[in-house]
């Protein structure tokens, strides 16, 4: 394994512990029970990378390489029994805790899987097809927070929460254009660096997408 595809595989695995949590909270939150939480911690990990797989007409690769799987069901159980055992239990300081933890392992995990999305299509022979390898990183971004958030029954965080998909829009098309200046390592830490900035900073400031919000009618 050469330095790239080792430097990938890392970033994919650190990429699925990240979605993977944030699955568990949701399931934690929405009351669960364990076999659910592992459940959506596995859906919002391998998700977008399955849908990624179905729109390149491959069998996905969470299939062909279990080891994701086993990492998101790992990840789940690890955090499920730590909150489980746990002897503090307040729901005020788990609800507190909640919105900063799922920030983080969101933008964490959507950096990385943008990149990792842009990389397979590059892989698949699309370099000159700037629109295809921008949606692919973008669907494997978005795409397993997608699914979580429709299991569990929430509205999904791509579409009200502080800048999600645009800033899988951006990672994705800096990646791709990075890639045809400087090679494929440059491209994955900038697509992945561009996603985080984006996120975390809209999550600090509060920056949202402008909205219609209609008043109540009497």
């Not at 800033?167 to 390592?185: D, E, F, M, P």
Request: hydrophobic share 50%; charged share 15%; net charge neutral.
């Amino acid at each position: 394994m050469n330095i790239q595809n080792l430097l990938l595989f890392l970033m994919e695995l650190i990429g699925t512990i990240a979605f993977a949590a944030s699955g568990v909270m949701v399931g934690i939150r929405k009351n669960m029970d364990l076999f659910g939480v592992c459940v959506l911690g596995t859906v919002t990990a391998v998700g977008g990378g399955t849908i990624r797989d179905i729109v390149l007409c491959q069998i996905p690769s969470a299939l062909l390489e279990p080891i994701y799987v086993e990492t998101s069901v790992i990840t789940a159980l690890l955090i499920f029994g730590f909150l489980y055992f746990k002897a503090d239990k307040n729901a005020a300081r788990f609800h507190n805790s909640y919105d900063r933890v799922m920030q983080l392992m969101d933008a964490i995990g959507l950096g990385i899987f943008t990149a990792v999305g842009v990389m397979t299509g590059i892989k698949q022979g699309y370099t000159d097809n700037t629109f295809l390898l921008a949606f692919l990183g973008t669907v494997t971004g978005v795409g397993g927070g997608l699914l979580r958030d429709m299991m569990a029954s929430v509205p999904p965080y791509i579409f009200v929460k502080h800048v999600y998909a645009c800033a899988s829009i951006a990672g994705a098309i800096c990646c791709v254009l990075a890639y045809r200046s400087w090679g494929q390592i440059p491209a994955l830490v900038i697509g992945t660096v561009v996603v985080l900035v984006i996120r975390i900073g809209a999550a600090h400031y509060r920056w949202n997408l402008p909205c219609v919000k209609l008043e109540d009618e009497e």
